[in-house]
């Protein structure tokens, strides 16, 4: 194969993505801006990361989810897509919080924002979270509707599942902060219970703009949707409150009463601090994903003690597996420290059978280029071999998380838990590459190919800029905010925070009662 003189940029350093990272998530915190915020805050509004503030325990976490979801999409205009869903303990009961933010396009909904919206209920079906909706949402942003509305995992979906969710007991509550307008009306129409904030809550399946154009009917918006009339009226609504502080105080008192739903797993042993310190994580791990480290130093900051015991140390040694403790939750750890080979691969498989029957929930690290080829690797099986891994993974009962410490190419992200795979979680460092090869290795095989399908009568200036326009291709497409502007992860978190949000992941799913019907343990 002819190899290209082109080289790539050296990566910045890990401080500097880091600092790259919380200025985006500065960015996409502050909404739609100081304009829409201060229109919003004359109303009497309270901004959506600050209601989300009020009604979560004081000191307690909260597990945000794909905060820079369309990030660098619509001239960058929709942070955050408008919507901000996560994790958050209200009253003692771990929540899926799904909430609009009204000052991008009116909390509507793009094709990122319904993504969102359904994986947040995704997570919450899963499990088995109530849901509290905290409504602000002008429905489908009518530009984009063929984006939004017609298929199956369009906004349809999302009242699909809370019908589902509902019937499945799981509580789907809803409090109306403001405009509840068309698919933003079912959101509410669809809970189990509602609240109502008097003023400017609303909730009409057209808006007096429609009602206007399709029956001549001049109604005012109070008249039409507002709190009063639904608590007093309708019925579709049945809490009225004052304010919004007061219709918080009223979701947390609901919340209390559900119940066991949404509580926390207690901790099978007592948790400690790694005994080396995570921050060092950032000058441990290189952003040039060329060069080799032991993944092993990644694992010793993230466990609890610092202590892993390994499994099958000396075989297969470029995948690490073995046993730990994330803040006092038992977990089996599966990590690349190199190119999987055909014993690397059985290896993982092994152990991924290991834990199902054990029934330990499975970490992936994933920095992975890819399985071995080669002719060597092709007759010692890598196909067959490679395959037990991905199969392992995709029939392994126990809970799967996977966060991407820096490469994940080609079937390597097959075998290491990729989304397809179906993790409970998937969250990126932001030195992390996702596409099918890197941009140094694609730019060679296309312009290969191209070579090969011109037999000998390349222009040489034309296959430069093919080279060029596939690097490029392959540099935007394989950055991690490429992929969790479109929802690839459930988005980008620091190392230094890896502990804490597998802790709380893996207390989510601690308490789920296990599949105990008997498995094999196949030695590969
Ligand atoms: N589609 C497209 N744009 C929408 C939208 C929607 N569904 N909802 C709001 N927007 C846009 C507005 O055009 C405005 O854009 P601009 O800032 O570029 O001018 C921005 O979002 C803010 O909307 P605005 O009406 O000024 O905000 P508001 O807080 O006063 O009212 C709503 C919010 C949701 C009550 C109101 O925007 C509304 O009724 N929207 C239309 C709802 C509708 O009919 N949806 C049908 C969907 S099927």
Redesign the pocket.
Known sequence: MSQSTTTAAAPPPLSAMLATLRERNAHVAAGGGAKMRERHEARGKIMVRERIDLLLDPQTPFLELSPLAAWGLYANEVPGAGIVTGIGIVNGCACMLIAND?TV????FFAETVRKHLRAQEIAEEHRLPCLYLVD???????E?DRVFPDRDHFGGSFYNQCRMSAAGIPQISIVF??A????AYIPALSDEVIMVKGTG?IHL??P??VKAAIHEIVDGETLGGAEMHTQVSGVADHLVLSEMEGLAKLREIVGSLGESGRLAVPTTTPTAPKLDPDELEHIVPTDLRRPYDVREVIARIVDGSVFNAFKPDYGATLVTGFAHIHGFPVGIIANNGVLFSESAVKGAHFIELCDQRQIPLLFLQNITGFMVGTEAERGGIAKHSAKLVYAVSNARVPKYTVLIGGSYGAGNYGMCGRGFRPRFLFSWPNARIATMSPDVAANVVTELRRQSLKGNADEAAIAALDAKTRAQFEEQSDPYYATARLWDDGIIEPRQTRDVMGLCLALSAGEPHDTSPRPVYRM
């Open positions: 009204a396009k009116g909390g509507s949402c002008g429905g489908a942003f009518l530009p509707q403001g405009g307008t068309a698919g933003g609303r057209g808006g703009p429609i």
